[in-house]
């Protein structure tokens, strides 16, 4: 049975709660370092799950927008993160967007979904920045273990589970993804995480760190 999007995460999120811990990822701290350098006063967080994130940039000063799908993780996340702005919406849905944004920050987001989206999405992202605005995603990458799993409906983007699409990025892909960016950074950082059955494993995450210079 295919199930969508927000059935999906409004299910995990209700039994599993902060699935990742409290703690941000190697990666927000690696962004939040790049950050550091630029004059950033607003950040933006699509996907922002209960706000294990926005909590890393709210404290860091700046005013943080959480966007969240999932009912259960956006009533987690106003706890969890009360100094950030949460709006319970698809990351496909611009309604309640808000422009001109310094900077973005999207972790394992983008790989979701299927091309048509993921290019919309990223349309809508740089929408939102300001010129000169940047932005960091991560995203999984050709070297999961996970890759080649289950149906491939795109190239390199299998359905492991129906309406459950994963795409795996090459470093080419990625840059190509981001196009319309002025190229910062890109590299591959381990990232480990510790959850549910799977235990404790490491993800090869591709990052991306890019600039709307227009």
């Known amino acids: 049975m295919k199930i969508d999007q927000k059935t999906y995460w409004d299910d995990r999120f209700s039994k599993g709660g902060k699935i990742w811990g409290n703690l941000p990822s190697k ?3 690696h962004c939040l370092d ?19 994130h926005t909590k890393l940039f709210s404290t860091n000063t700046y005013q943080v927008v959480g966007i969240e799908i999932s009912e259960a993780a956006f009533e987690l996340s106003k706890q969890f993160d009360p100094k950030t702005k949460f709006i319970n919406s698809s990351v496909l ?9 310094d900077a973005i920050f999207c972790f ?3 790989h979701l979904f299927t091309i048509n989206d993921r290019i919309n999405f990223l349309k ?11 932005c960091f995603f991560t995203v999984f990458s050709d070297k999961e273990t996970s890759f080649g799993n289950g149906k491939e409906i795109e190239k390199y983007t299998f359905e492991s589970k129906p309406g459950r699409p994963t795409h795996y990025f090459t470093e080419a892909d990625l840059i190509d993804h981001f196009k319309d960016f002025h190229l910062l950074e890109i590299g591959i950082i381990d990232e480990p ?5 799977s235990g404790p494993h490491t993800h090869l995450l591709r990052y991306i760190y890019a600039q709307k210079l227009k």
């Open 27 to 29: 990666s927000a701290l």
């Open 34 to 52: 790049l950050f550091k350098k630029q004059k950033i006063k607003n950040v933006l967080v699509p996907g922002s799950g209960y706000g294990r």
């Open 93 to 101: 849905e611009v309604d309640e967007w808000t422009e001109n944004i």
């Open 108 to 110: 394992n987001v983008l």
């Open 124 to 134: 809508i992202c740089y929408n939102q920045l300001s010129p000169g605005g940047v």
């Open 193 to 197: 995480e510790n959850h549910g059955d």
